[in-house]
């Protein structure tokens, strides 16, 4: 294992689009794997949400995971945030440590239960006994706050979404990000939870599923626009955001254009790709 900084805060998107994966080149450079993000915090290792993006990060955790826990944090359990669990390598390694962290759910009693379930026939050939790593399940309160070690800070807060989601923020070493994803926003009210959750954080990704003009046809399933991410971002003194969640129909040409629309406001918000890392 290379030495690692204790002080390195560092975020990788291995998956940012929403709904359903995609592929083929209309999608190439965004990336066609849903939802996972890696963020390293000195020698810990955080990720939200497990998406199609985290099998190709397991694969790489492999050779490091002995020695370092791995918390899971899953946002909710729409298939486009959990498909990626079962082709999850480290849950094969023996001597693996794992927390899988989500709050609770509409129609789902407990972490434990809602992997069980993932995992059950009809809709899966395995349970979760396949796997030999040492697994914790842990079912999050709303608005919690907790630390998971004595220098990194987890907050949380509900999303407004059909059966749920939680919004993480990481505080490490002076520096913050936050994830925000699955969720809607009403037509000129600003989700209080949010602007708490992102309240001067130095970055942040957002649901930036649709646009403002788009909202009228997708009301009620959960999701908000780039356009509120911007106003969200603003009146909480954020540093940046990154545009995520991508919908499936939506190509690469017409997020540069929504990227070019965010840079006009703030040249350090973006879009989010596949791939894309940054240092806090
Ligand atoms: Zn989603
Ligand atoms: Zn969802």
């Known amino acids: 294992m290379t030495k690692t900084d204790k002080n390195n805060f560092e975020v990788k998107f291995w998956g940012t689009r929403g709904t359903l994966p995609v592929a083929g080149n209309p999608f ?13 915090c000195g020698n810990h290792t955080i990720i939200i949400d497990a998406g199609t993006g985290i099998r190709e990060f397991g694969s790489k955790l492999v050779s490091v995971c002995p020695d370092q826990k791995i918390h899971l944090f899953l946002s909710h359990a729409h298939y486009d945030h959990v498909e990626g669990i079962p082709f999850f390598a480290p849950f094969f390694v023996k001597d693996a440590n794992i927390e899988i962290c989500c709050g ?8 434990s239960e809602l992997i ?36 990194i800070k987890i907050s949380t807060a509900p ?37 708490r959750l992102i309240d001067n954080v130095d970055v942040f990704s957002y649901d930036c599923s649709l646009m403002d003009k788009e909202m009228d046809d997708f009301r009620g399933y959960g999701h908000s626009t780039f356009e509120e991410g911007m106003r969200l971002a603003k009146i909480a003194n954020a540093g940046s955001m990154r545009a995520s969640h991508h919908m499936p129909f939506r190509n690469d040409e017409e997020l540069d254009e929504i990227e070019k629309t965010m840079t006009e406001e703030n040249p350090d918000h973006a879009a989010a790709r596949e791939g894309d890392s940054f240092k806090l």
Request: hydrophobic residues 30%.
């Open 116 to 151: 069980s379930n993932l995992m059950a026939r009809p809709f899966f050939p395995v349970g979760p006994e396949v796997f030999s790593a040492k697994i914790e399940y842990n079912t999050l309160e709303e608005n919690s706050t907790f630390n998971i070690s004595n220098q």
């Open 28 to 40: 190439a450079r965004t990336g066609g794997n849903t939802n996972c993000i890696e963020v390293t």
């Open 159 to 195: 999303m407004n979404h059909p059966g749920g989601s939680t919004g993480y923020r990481i505080d490490f070493n002076g520096k913050s990000f936050a994830c925000i994803t699955d969720t809607e926003h009403v037509s000129g009210q600003h989700d209080e939870n949010i602007l």
């Open 104 to 111: 609770k759910l509409e129609g789902s009693k407990d972490t």
